[in-house]
């Protein structure tokens, strides 16, 4: 029974922490009546309820709450215990799994983390590309990415690029009918693409830099999106102008397909880098991408 805990307490922990038993079920890789019953079975045999479910979500109870809060840690200590034993086999092995935005994944991550699979066919990559702010600990991530300056200090942090310049962009087309832009009243009366965030659901304010100074621009347009390539597809398109990195924008305005403008209102941001918890042990398999995906500048 003692075994059949540990497996059913695993489950409980992908529902407690995904809030619902569909995510965990797709994550699990079983059914939502799979889950259901296992659930149901481990409330029967610890004789309390575990999670209160509505027809809208899954939250811990008390007794789930404590459960997650107690005994989650000391099993990923399990867990870490066994990669070290793995890792003193001949190969790297295990999944490592990473949380980046769709542009990071494409244009960084996964060029560099490709060449690794075929030189060791025991290592298993997961990424997953969100636009939220991740607690890499709470839903299991090894690594997360995020501009320098957001890493939590707690975490062990590794550069992958320099400092990413931000570029205001629209298609000549747009200009052909509007003014160009020279300061921040003069932005506010244009059509701008918004990206929306979903941690918060607001609008992502536009951090700009004049003169010394940081600012906030809320600016307002037809064009909502959650991710930066539909943005720059509809400033390629001339629906209006578009905040967004240089490494993502920067052949546009090369080729002409895109206009720059107020390029002294566009900052630097500091440069991308990857986390991930100090832990006691870092797989072998961790090490390998992280020195993979590193800035070798």
């Known amino acids: ?63 789930g709450e404590r459960l997650l809060q107690n005994v989650a840690p000391r099993l990923e200590e399990i867990e870490a215990e066994i990669a070290a034993v793995s890792d003193l086999g001949d190969k790297p092995a295990g999944t490592v799994r990473i949380t980046a935005i769709d542009h990071v994944v494409d244009t960084i991550l996964w060029p560099r983390i490709a060449p690794l699979l075929p030189q060791y066919p025991d290592l298993h990559v997961e990424i997953s590309s969100e636009y939220r702010l991740v607690d890499i600990a709470a839903e299991r991530y090894d690594i997360g990415v995020r501009h320098g300056d957001q890493v939590d200090k707690d975490m062990i942090a590794v550069r992958l690029t320099e400092d990413t310049l931000m570029m205001m962009v629209a298609a000549p087309a747009y200009f052909a009918r509007r003014p160009l832009p020279a300061s921040l009243p003069d932005l506010m009366k244009h059509d701008c693409i918004n990206l929306r965030l979903p941690s918060s659901g607001g609008l992502y304010a536009w ?39 240089e490494s993502l924008v920067g052949d546009d305005v090369r080729a002409g397909r895109l206009v720059s403008v107020m390029e002294d209102w566009c900052p630097r941001f500091p440069g991308l880098h990857a986390f991930y918890p100090s832990r006691r042990h870092s797989s072998r398999a961790l090490m390998l991408v992280i020195d993979a995906i590193r800035h070798k500048g």
């Open 1 to 63: 029974m003692a075994r059949d805990n540990i497996n059913d307490i695993l489950v409980f922990f992908a529902v407690a922490r995904e809030r619902s038993f569909t995510r965990a079920a797709a994550k699990l890789g079983m059914t939502q009546s799979a889950l259901s019953h296992i659930i149901r079975a481990l409330e029967a045999r610890l004789g309390v309820r575990l999670l209160t479910r509505t027809t809208r979500s899954v939250s811990p109870t008390e007794a």
């Open 207 to 245: 951090e700009l830099k004049h003169g010394g100074q940081d600012l906030e621009a809320r600016v307002r347009g037809q064009a909502v999106f959650s991710s930066l390539y539909p943005i720059r597809d509809a400033a390629l398109a001339g629906v209006g102008i578009a905040f967004l990195p």
